[in-house]
T-cell receptor, first 111, second 113 residues
């Protein structure tokens, strides 16, 4: 897996956008960037993934820089339920590739 | 929306006993995984499974661990002789034909006394 680096924590106000950064400077050309989150001790929840282009779904947007060395997960209107640990992962390309979880970034949404 | 389910949600066992953790992956998925998370630590990969064979396993997945797909729907993790350090949350995951996005179950909390 490409190494990813995330700050340990951040917070944002409820209703505001949360922008979660991730560095993956060693990512190779065909490795995707995945974002998962884990609320308390629940199972990791898939959020979004992308390769080169920016992606958006009902949960979030993913902005990947042109050089692919970093990305930002955007939660457009954070709620208290978005308080969680967010993981940025760039697994090896290929069938059955394992996910290597780091410590992630703890997002605290304040009222 | 289809989801991965796991049973039991909490298992308490005595050291040295065998435990079987059960998972029902998403129905049309072909790739299956087990991960674990010791309290306060990172989520760690244990094993991946495809076409009735282990594809990859970590150093944690020693001879005490085994996986099986006994029928068309279940995927199990067996720990033959549990140790105190096996206490953790165990997560099952599955992915579809392209083996890309993995979807996780809610986990089984294993407590070894």
């Amino acid at each position: 897996d490409a190494k990813t680096t995330q700050p340990p924590s951040m917070d944002c106000a409820e209703g505001r956008a949360a922008n979660l950064p991730c560095n993956h400077s060693t990512i190779s050309g065909n490795e995707y960037v995945y974002w998962y989150r884990q609320i308390h001790s629940q199972g990791p929840q898939y959020i979004i993934h992308g390769l080169k282009n920016n992606e958006t779904n009902e949960m979030a947007s993913l902005i990947i820089t042109e050089d692919r060395k970093s990305s930002t997960l955007i939660l457009p209107h954070a709620t208290l339920r978005d308080t969680a640990v967010y993981y940025c992962i760039a697994p090896h390309t290929g069938a059955n590739s394992k996910l290597t979880f780091g410590k992630g970034i703890t997002l605290s949404v304040r009222p | 929306e289809p989801e991965v389910t796991q049973t039991p949600s909490h298992q308490v066992t005595q050291m040295g006993q065998e435990v079987i953790l059960r998972c029902v992956p998403i129905s049309n998925h072909l790739y299956f995984y087990w991960y674990r998370q010791i309290l306060g630590q990172k989520v760690e990969f244990l094993v991946s499974f495809y076409n009735n064979e282990i594809s990859e396993k970590s150093e944690i997945f020693d001879d005490q661990f085994s996986v099986e797909r006994p029928d068309g729907s279940n995927f199990t993790l067996k720990i033959r002789s549990t140790k105190l350090e096996d206490s953790a949350m165990y997560f099952c995951a599955s992915s579809g034909e392209r083996a890309d996005t993995q979807y996780f179950g809610p986990g089984t909390r294993l407590t070894v006394l």
